[in-house]
Structures are given as C-alpha cells and as structure tokens.
C-alpha cells in the first residue's frame, strides 16, 4: 500500500471558508456496509445512528493561537512561528519560517516587544527549541497576539477563535483543532445523554 493511494481530488469550491452558523447543521455522509449505500444527511442526525449503551470518545484537548509572527532582530526580517510542544517551561519546540533565517543564536521579537525568543538548537526534524522571554502569564500573551493555525487549505481570516475550538474543550496545548468534534453542539451532547449514550474523554493534543 501507498500513501499516494489515499490521494483525492477535493474541488476549492466544495471547501468550506467559513464555518456554519450553527454547528451540528454541517454535512454528514453516512456509510452503510452491510447496504453498500451513500446517503447525504446533516450532522445532528448522528443521534439517529448512536444506539444506548454505545460509547462515544471525544478529544477535549484545546486549542492555543498557536501561530505568531515576529521580526528577527538584526535584520528586521519577518518571521512566523507555530508552537508545536512546550518541552520545559518557557522551552518550546518551534516550527519556523524561513528556517534558514533561524539559526541557532538568532532573536526573534513578537508583539512590539512583549514577547521575546531565542534560538537554542535546531532539531533533527528541522524544527527548532525555542525560549520564550516575557512579563506577564505566557498564555494571556498568546491570546493577544497569537493568531489560531487553521489549515492551509483556509484562506479567510477567522473573526471568531471559539469556532475553532470544540464545545468541550478542556486542557490547552493543541497546535491544531480535533476538526471531527468541531460540529457538536452542548444541546446534541445532552441529547445523546438522555439516549443512553456514554461519553469518555482522553487528552490528545495535536501537532500539525
């Protein structure tokens, strides 16, 4: 088997830029093995194929602004960071852009100054350790002036960060949002509650 085997042509236009005004209205396919049959429902509809007794698993891992863009000292050049791991306090791994720009040694300056990082090492994979340097509670500065790392197959500008969050998200350090969960609803959770339903959590944060 290869990779290239998942390969997939996905029309621009069938890509969704912005998100549904109320969540669980978004589209949902529906698979029948048994039938061998496709049908075309609307998410909410999940209650419908969710039996008591089921056991629905959710990612309640949270997103962070992730994504920061910075000018290296010295020269002025602009920078952009993406926050993958925090390896030890202010210590993150970081990936970079342009990576020949940062080397070990260089200074980046975020937010005209209230964020300041150093190059440390360059790691095997390319990416970068990083130290941060501030005054203050790192992820209120985040907040400021961190922007959320949508994929890059969307192109505009998201006017609200908690729709790329889930409805319960929980524990921050997330690089990027668990997206399957992003179309439940408080109102569909309970619902499936009062179903009969179970709902567990595990903590999975993901790395772009």
Known sequence: MKVSDFNYDLPQELIAQVPIKNRDES?????????????????K?????????????????K????RLYGIKEE?????????????????????????????AGAKVTFGDGIL?????????NGNRKVKFEYSGIFNEIL????????????????????????????????AAAPTAGLHFT???LEKLKEKGVEIANVTLHVEQ
């Open 27 to 43: 589209r949902l396919m529906v698979l029948n093995r048994e039938k061998q049959t496709i049908e075309h429902k609307i998410f």
């Open 143 to 174: 907040d400021q002036i961190g922007l959320m790392p949508l994929p890059p197959y969307i192109h505009e500008k998201l006017k609200e960060k908690d729709r790329y969050q889930t409805v319960y998200a929980k524990y921050e350090g997330s």
């Open 45 to 61: 509809d999940i209650i419908d194929y969710l039996e008591p007794g089921d056991c629905l698993v959710r990612n309640n891992t």
């Open 116 to 124: 300041k990082a150093e190059i440390l090492e360059q790691l095997d």
């Open 75 to 103: 020269t002025n050049a602009n920078v952009e960071f993406l926050l993958l791991n925090r390896i030890d306090g202010d210590i993150w791994e970081v990936m970079v852009r342009p990576g020949k720009k940062l080397k």
């Open 63 to 66: 997103v962070i602004p992730a």
């Open 186 to 188: 408080e109102e569909l």
